[in-house]
């Protein structure tokens, strides 16, 4: 599965952006997705994930309320909507995939199989 992130940009402070994650090679409809976020010089951080049922989703505190998860599996597709940002959100974002779970998430990227290549989000203040 390789794993392609898109929608990053520049952003004023309080504004919104759509991240998007579209999956080639095979369907991930079944895989739960995540959604990480990393700073210069900062550990990569949880953000968001949705289980591969589609019925369950997590949001790390930082994000939770502002942002929204969601999944279009016939577009092959995982979304990250981002209201409200800050510029502490400022960060290169990733998304990926794990195979192993249908009906739960994990806020471990070390339970991730693929990753995307990031798309940069810089929010002004």
């Known amino acids: 599965v390789q794993l392609q992130a898109s929608g990053g940009g520049l952003v004023q402070a309080g504004g919104s952006l759509r991240l998007s994650c579209v999956a080639s090679g095979r369907t991930f409809g079944s895989y739960a997705v995540g959604w990480f976020r990393q700073a210069p010089g900062k550990e990569r951080e949880f953000l968001a994930a949705i289980s591969g049922s589609g019925g369950t989703t997590s949001y790390a505190d930082s994000v939770k309320g502002r942002f929204t998860i969601s999944r279009d599996d016939v577009k092959n597709t995982v979304y990250l909507q981002m209201n409200s940002l800050k510029p502490e959100d400022t960060a290169v974002y990733y998304c990926?995939?794990?195979?192993?779970?249908?009906?739960?998430?994990?806020?471990?990227?070390?339970?991730?199989?693929?990753w995307g290549q990031g798309t940069q989000v810089t929010v002004s203040s």
């Open positions: 990926a995939s794990d195979r192993s779970r249908y009906y739960s998430t994990s806020r471990s990227p070390s339970e991730y199989d693929y």
